[in-house]
T-cell receptor, first 115, second 114 residues
Framework: DTEVTQTPKHLVMGMTNKKSLKCEQH?????MYWYKQKAKKPPELMFV???????INESVPSRFSPECPNSSLLNLHLHALQPEDSALYLC??????????????FGSGTRLTVV | QQQVKQSPQSLIVQKGGISIINCAYE??????FPWYQQFPGKGPALLIA?????SEKKEGRFTISFNKSAKQFSLHIMDSQPGDSATYFC?????????????FGTGTQLKVEL
């Protein structure tokens, strides 16, 4: 299995809703990432988990809450989002650490619309 | 502070031609330089990557040229095909344990015309 699976593919939520994005990989990768991508822009790093521990938080607002229940799963909990948070949310994974292990595998993303 | 500059922003190439996308970086700690290809509605997919101890890497029609002293690297797509029409991102990283943070360029929208 060489894929990163993200669900749902599309999500529309109101500003008072609580929702979660899910990401799963079975490649044995020990680093997992959340990226946010706006149209015609590069992905922007949000969070990095390494060995199931949060290692990087790029000053993301607290309305985004990541969770890594185990080495294969990564969640992003959403609460009280704003319309400007509408974007493609990408999950990625890679083997953590070491010069030989820099390849990222991205999922297809969740297209989030906040209304 | 943008650490990886990419040009051009958009590129139109005729079928069979050569597509060239350039990137420049500032952080000398970067030691891994991948290129990603992204189709609409999909996540980026790793296309080809290079490390600074190599000046060129070729995989099929795709070649990375790397100039360490100039802190520049480029992607060449030979015999460009309409199916190559996508957005291309260069990236760079420097990771030592605990995951590897990728810094992306701004992207190039490539269109290959018949």
């Amino acid at each position: 299995d060489t894929e990163v699976t993200q669900t749902p593919k599309h999500l529309v939520m109101g500003m008072t809703n609580k929702k979660s994005l899910k990401c799963e990989q079975h490649m044995g990768h020990r680093a997992m990432y959340w990226y946010k991508q706006k149209a015609k822009k590069p992905p922007e790093l949000m969070f990095v988990y390494s060995y199931e521990k949060l290692s990087i938080n790029e000053s993301v607002p607290s309305r985004f809450s990541p969770e890594c229940p185990n080495s294969s799963l990564l969640n992003l909990h959403l609460h009280a989002l704003q319309p400007e948070d509408s974007a493609l949310y990408l999950c990625a994974s890679s083997q953590a650490g070491g010069l030989a292990n820099y390849g990222y595998t991205f999922g297809s993303g969740t297209r989030l619309t906040v209304v | 502070q943008q650490q990886v500059k990419q040009s051009p922003q958009s590129l139109i190439v005729q079928k069979g031609g050569i597509s060239i996308i350039n990137c420049a970086y500032e952080n000398t700690a970067f030691d891994y330089f991948p290129w990603y290809q992204q189709f609409p509605g999909k996540g980026p997919a790793l296309l080809i990557a290079i490390r600074p101890d190599v000046s060129e890497k070729k995989e099929g029609r795709f070649t990375i040229s790397f100039n360490k002293s100039a802190k520049q690297f480029s992607l060449h797509i030979m015999d460009s095909q309409p199916g190559d029409s996508a957005t291309y991102f260069c990236a760079a990283s420097s990771g030592r344990g605990g995951g590897n943070k990728l810094t992306f360029g701004t992207g190039t929208q490539l269109k290959v015309e018949l």
